[in-house]
């Protein structure tokens, strides 16, 4: 959330708009004031809590009611709050943002990690990605052109999966368990925990099941097999942000391009020519961006070079 909102800083935007189970503004506003300014006393509260075995979320979700719930007839709707996935990204956002203004869009549909539910017009993308997995028929859930291109990757997508598990158990077999830990989602002994579903599970959900716990969750650990893949350090967590990569652009976004360009932020259209320029924590992001690219083009089976990032240019549309 931070290095999100720190690159439209950098862009000279002033606004940010983003997603929210509740979609109410002032509540989003008043628990990130919150933990702003009782920031100490709830890192207190957390620490200990952290001790009886609970995860980050539940023993944040601990410390905001012991600290508030006594004063606040609302303290229900708070920690409702803070313990849904698109209001916790909400919360850090503003947090972030500062000045900016912020717009919550409600959330609607499907929760989070539903699976497809039948009476929802909005499904979860977890739905659609099981789906698209096993086969099923998308077209009402996602744009025609989205469908097709699903279709048409049917057979890579089908292979991603396994191979992920592959690269992900040899990445945490090979590692040590200090390397493991030394990531930004290590930490606390998960490492150990890790190691040992890495040899006898049988799939990335598997592996990732055996390791969460009332103390690790489930994407915490998603993340650490992640980062242990792309071989992701503690320091590269704490890098500000050091470049803008486009992605695609129309004739608005030409125009915002042209004012990033007088300035000192490097901007990256063509990996190639720009990525001499760059040295340090920015080479380092890049060749983070890039190794990441390339690993996912292996594991769908896909051309290694006419899908690089080192070939690719952005989508222009005028």
Do not use: W
């Amino acid at each position: 959330a931070s290095a999100g909102v720190d690159l439209l800083k950098r862009a000279s935007c002033d606004a940010i708009a983003f997603g929210s189970e509740c979609g109410d503004a002032d509540l989003l506003r008043k628990i990130a004031r919150r933990l702003d300014e009782h920031a100490d006393s709830i890192a207190l509260c957390i620490a200990e809590a952290r001790k009886l075995g609970l995860n980050y979320p539940a023993a944040r979700q601990k410390a905001y009611t012991e600290l508030f719930g006594d004063t606040d007839p609302d303290i229900e709707k708070d920690i409702s709050v803070l313990s849904s996935s698109n209001d916790i990204l909400a919360i850090e956002y503003i947090r972030a943002a500062g000045d900016m203004e912020v717009y919550p869009i409600k959330r609607i549909g499907a929760d989070y990690l539903d699976d497809i539910q039948d009476d929802e017009k909005y499904q979860s993308a977890t739905g659609i990605r099981q789906a698209v997995s096993t086969g099923e028929d998308i077209r009402g859930y996602v744009p025609e052109l989205t469908a097709a291109a699903l279709k048409k990757a049917e057979s890579n997508i089908s292979k991603l999966g396994e191979n992920y598990f592959n690269f992900a158990r040899a990445a945490v077999i090979s590692m040590s368990e200090e390397e493991l830990e030394n990531t930004p989602s290590g930490g606390e002994g998960l490492a150990s925990r890790l190691r040992r579903p890495a040899i006898s599970a049988d799939s990335i959900k598997e592996m990732i099941d055996f390791a969460k716990s009332k103390r690790y969750t489930y994407t915490r650990v998603a993340r650490m097999i992640a980062q242990a893949v792309l071989e992701i350090k503690r320091y590269d967590a704490d890098m500000d942000v050091m470049y803008a990569r486009v992605l695609g652009f129309n004739g608005a976004g030409r125009k915002l391009l042209a004012d990033l360009r007088d300035s000192d932020f490097p901007v990256i259209t063509n990996i190639n020519k720009e990525m001499e320029k760059l040295e340090g924590d920015a080479l380092r992001q890049l060749e983070l961006d890039i190794k990441a690219s390339d690993f996912y083009n292996i594991m769908c089976i896909k051309s290694l070079y006419s899908n690089s990032d080192r070939v690719m240019r952005p989508i222009i549309k005028e």
